[in-house]
């Protein structure tokens, strides 16, 4: 079953602009992590956050993590073509901790 | 390419038969988890191996399923008397301990389709 629920299920920018999804999640984990999937290059991770942090950055990506509401956000500034793609949130739950859970992802289509 | 490979890339089979994928890790990397995405769906987690030990195995993997990793480099799974809802795509990943296991390599996966 899936642990987590990202939304929205579609977005659709402008070149640019920025876009930002969330992604929410059922139990306590140890970190969560970001994955983007497009039929090129397969799964490829993004970020990890861990629980013990709220915001991290990475080139033009920023994750933020409120573990107190079991949700993350994925912020993407600057948005280019080459971004269109789908994205997963993906936790290990405390309890299993070397099992990792997806989301059910956020398409991204970025417009040129 | 020292990526993760995955063979074939394409399957189809009748419902009934059986098929075996193929996963080569990346090398050094200990651990080796099976995924299976649905259209639509994010990777449902099947399995882990570390090394040649398998760890975990997802209530999803049914009797029909079977996962091995004899020498703690490549794994195969097996899928028994194939059925319909078994169509999708088969992911393979590794990860290794530099990591903290967190950041997973994925493969491109196998296409199943059972017709």
Known sequence: SQQGEEDP???????????????????SINNLQWYRQNSGRGLVHLILIRSNEREKHSGRLRVTLDTSKKSSSLLITASRAADTASYFCATDAMATGN??????????TVIP | DTGVSQ?????????????????????????????RQTLGQGPEFLTYFQNEAQLEKSRLLSDRFSAERPKGSFSTLEIQRTEQGDSAM??????????????????????????
């Open chain 1, 99 to 108: 099992q990792f859970y997806f989301g059910t992802g956020t398409s991204l």
């Open chain 2, 7 to 35: 063979n074939p890339r394409h399957k189809i089979t009748k419902r009934g038969q059986n098929v075996t994928f193929r996963c080569d890790p990346i090398s050094e990397h200990n651990r080796l988890y099976w995924y």
């Open chain 2, 90 to 115: 088969y992911l393979c990943a590794s990860s290794f301990p530099g990591g903290s296991y967190n950041e997973q390599f994925f493969g491109p996966g196998t296409r199943l389709t059972v017709l």
């Open chain 1, 9 to 27: 299920q579609a977005l659709s920018i402008q070149e640019g602009e920025n876009a930002t999804m969330n992604c929410s999640y059922k139990t």
